[in-house]
């Protein structure tokens, strides 16, 4: 079985958001890792690897730095990396990243492709599904098991109140939860065999069956109008009432919010 | 002359940063509480390959540099100390000299099990009445037929009792050197569960107190012929470059406590307010940190520099004694001024700064004390 | 790409188990905000299986027109006949903007059909407004007017930006759940329906659900919850933690608390918030009775709103919270309970 996982370099929003004295976000100061659901998604198919055996190899779509989280990736056990940088690929949103990472699959074999669920930078969870328009194949968004039966998968697919046990041919595309699992540890000794492997480094030139049209910041029809830092707060309102004003202020408060 | 990091030494102390942040922070309050030995961190950490970074891969282990293992020591350290000791006094007192002198045949049965993490490794040369002075041993061991007996006790064993594999030391004869008759002192291997051999009261200790001290009592214990370490008679030899490796590793755990405090008091200068500012707004504890940081990165490159020069040089005595000597006395400095900037807060126990100070205390003296450390380096100065 | 031939706000209208899911109504209310200002009208999508009837609900809650495509391939959501049946309405019809909710089916449906009739898709909108791309005009580019302008978060809620998608139509946005205001239902409204049916032929793309598995609340670690209730030394002792925990559970939230309470061994350690606790950031965060060490701010000051209730006027935690109550927690906590309760009921 071959598997392809799709993984991106991110900021480290969680472990700590850094700010300007300004209050904006201090991009600079933060340090980089591998995805959090992508990790899930590597995850889930060393496993894959580990039961059944299969061959994994990882794409990434970034600057030059982000060979880094394919280093990581094949420290933990994936077999091959794929790096796909050019500055032409640059500014593109969800549509034209899936476009660029379908054409660098296209490339490649596989039964199966696994993505995470979303990006903690971009929190959008449409790169999996597009890519999978694009390649024409199944896809089963958030899932939270993943079983091979035969030329199938069988996947737990998490919705808000149920889950579905669902059923697809390969080749096909699953999105993954960090809740999937618990991504393992990289061991010392797989660091430093992973700087000794080679890395597959694909350009514009490498994409198999795409438009100019629909690459980098050009082939993106979504556009950014305006971007801004949210400002820290600080003290709100602080009112002094009887309780029963208090319980009134707090209600409406909620109801403005959409608490209730 | 280039002070960067590798990227694959950076990926590795992310590792050991995150393993330690993840798995092994959140116990060390407890460990340290309740003197329990933590089991299942080293468990884990067997399964990573931690117990095994420098060891080559084919005696199961990582195949990494001893800057790589320095590191690890360093980051576990930072969050606990104890922790840290656990894997320094298993590779670098256990795994290493049956790496270095070890047959064949006892690398395969012994080496292999411990880099893998199956089996955890201990150090026993101290004695009550032989500490730094390895001369003044009184354990024996008598070949009788195909076994050596084993008589006498270590104490202050580090891992003792948890670890299945000894490295001991004792007297197997006397020789005459230079007119005088001197011991002569010979290593062997010893696994628990050897009939006569025996763990005596477990240590109350001022810090590490999840790390395993024990005494061993050794009573007509009898081990193959096989089980002699390296050559007969060649015991001082093999303990005094067993411990220029260990005080790579107790300086890379002393570094790692310093760190670690370092990294607790920037957070909390930063939130405490006194007076209406926060404390790191007051130039004496601006200049207090910048103290401590410059201490810290000073003991840093000792330690990487020895690490560097085990990996290089056949002979690193004075390396490995500069960097602990130095690491050690910085981590009792910066961990006692991160007590005090820390005020009341840093003398209880719900803050970590007040155990890395106790965990810090021993650094300057196990695996030879500060004293013992200026007398190796004066030695080298003078000879 | 002919712009101008794609008119309309075009809603999809999700149903779950053939009950229509409160995102789809509060769609429709932001939808006729949209189109008022681009002088259209509001077309709800309803795809299933025998889901006609909900049409009129629709209706009442703003939708001017309905297009039903109903198939027995429709009966619970799979991906690929929703994409293709969403995918051919867009074909068929040209809408201007298409919302759909940011839930676990819009957002495997959206991305799906973005791709398919090749255009962009905003994901998460917490606002939505109709105005000029690029907000001012620059020399040299045509400033575009009556564009979608997409808001959202985005670095984990730390930025905030505004998309556009400006040359390709639909314009479509998936929508957070409860941001958007539903419209009061106008009673006994009936919608205009009309019936569309693109043909499913099912291929590898139709994968098979093997079983549906509903699942119960299990309780949640206080790092997961949206709403906390949290509880310090000035709740007085573990009994009164009662009021908190009836609060908790009228707005479905989950209680945590100091570490006071903890040292008191009023409450367990997995609930403690703070720097020798979790780091928590629910939608909602009550700090009651909680003075707001330093410590324990470190643990909550991410919360998206911070409501504070304190008999001390200068207790620290005022100066991180959105809404301050000074006053007596005993008095006012229960009765808030009761007041929210009524809420919640009217509303239902």
Known sequence: MKIVVCVKQVPDTAGGVKFNPDGTLDRGAMLTIMNPDDKAGLEAALRLKDQYGAEVTVVTMGLPKAEEVLREAMAMGADKGVLVTDRVLGGADTWATSTTLAGAIRNLEYDLIITGRQAIDGDTAQVGPQISEHLDIPVISYAQDIKIEGDSVVVERQYEDRYHVVKAKMPCLITALSELNEPRYMTPGGIFDAYKQEITVWGRADLKDVDDANLGLKGSPTKIAKASDKVRKGAGEKVSLDPDESVSYIVDKLKVKHVI | ?383 | MNLEEYKGVYVFAQQVDNEISSIAFELLGKAKDLAKDLNTDVTAVLLGSGVKELADQLAEYGADKVIVVDDPELKDYRTEPYAHALSSVINQYKPEIMLVGATAIGRDLGPRVSARVATGLTADCTVLEIGDFPLQAVPGQEQLHNQLLMTRPAFGGNTIATIACPYNRPQMATVRAGVMQKIEPIKGAKANVEEYNPGFTPDNKYVEILDIVKSVAETVDIMDAKILVSGGRGVGSPENFKILEDLAEVLGGTVSCSRAVVDSGWKPKDLQVGQTGKTVRPNVYFAIGISGAIQHVAGMEESDIIVAINKDADAPIFDVADYGVVGDLNKIVPKLTEALKAEIAAAK
Request: glycine share 10%; proline share 3%; with cysteine.
């Open chain 2, 1 to 383: 002359m280039d002070f960067t990091l590798s990227k694959e030494h950076e990926m590795a102390r992310a590792l050991f940063k995150e393993f330690a942040e993840k798995e092994v922070k959140p116990l060390a309050q407890e460990v340290d509480e309740t003197e329990v030995f933590p089991r299942e961190t080293v468990e884990k950490m067997a399964k990573l390959g931690f117990l095994g970074i420098p060891v080559p891969k084919e005696y199961g282990g990582q195949g990494c540099d001893p800057l790589t293992y320095a590191m690890c020591v360093e980051e576990l350290s930072k969050v606990c100390g104890t922790t840290g000791v656990i894997v320094s006094a298993h590779t670098s007192l256990c795994c290493d000299p049956i790496m270095t002198y070890g047959t064949e045949e006892q690398k395969q049965k012994y080496l292999v099990p411990l880099a893998k993490g199956e089996k955890l490794g201990a150090f026993g040369l101290t004695e009550p009445g032989a500490g730094t002075d390895a001369q003044g041993q009184q354990t024996k061991a008598v070949l009788d037929g195909e076994e050596w007996v084993l008589n006498g006790s270590k104490c202050f064993i580090t891992n003792g009792k948890e670890a299945d594999v000894y490295v001991i030391f004792a007297i197997t004869g006397t020789v005459e050197k230079r007119g005088r008759m001197q011991k002569e002192i010979s290593a062997f291997i010893v696994e628990k569960g050897t009939p006569g051999f025996t763990f005596g009261t477990k240590e109350k200790k001022m810090g590490i107190r999840g790390s395993s001290t024990y005494e061993l009592i050794f009573t007509d214990c009898r081990i193959p012929k096989e089980n002699l370490l390296g050559q007969q008679g060649k015991g001082f030899n093999i303990a005094m470059h067993t411990l220029d490796g260990g005080r790579i590793g107790i300086a890379s755990q002393a570094l790692g406590l310093a760190e670690g405090a370092l990294d607790n008091t920037i957070a909390y200068v930063k939130e405490r307010k006194q007076f209406g500012r926060a404390i790191g707004a007051f130039q004496n504890t601006q200049f207090q940190l910048a103290d401590m940081a410059t201490k810290v990165e000073a003991a840093q490159l000792l330690v990487y520099k020895a690490a560097m020069a085990k990996a290089t040089q056949k002979v690193y005595s004075v390396e490995a004694a500069k960097a602990k000597l130095y690491a050690a006395e910085v981590a009792m400095e910066v961990t006692t001024k991160a007590v005090q900037l820390h005020g009341g807060y840093g003398y209880i126990r719900e803050y970590d700064v007040e155990r890395m100070m106790r965990d810090a205390k021993i650094t300057e003296i196990y695996e030879g004390t500060s004293e013992v450390q200026r007398m190796v380096i004066s030695g080298a100065l003078l000879k």
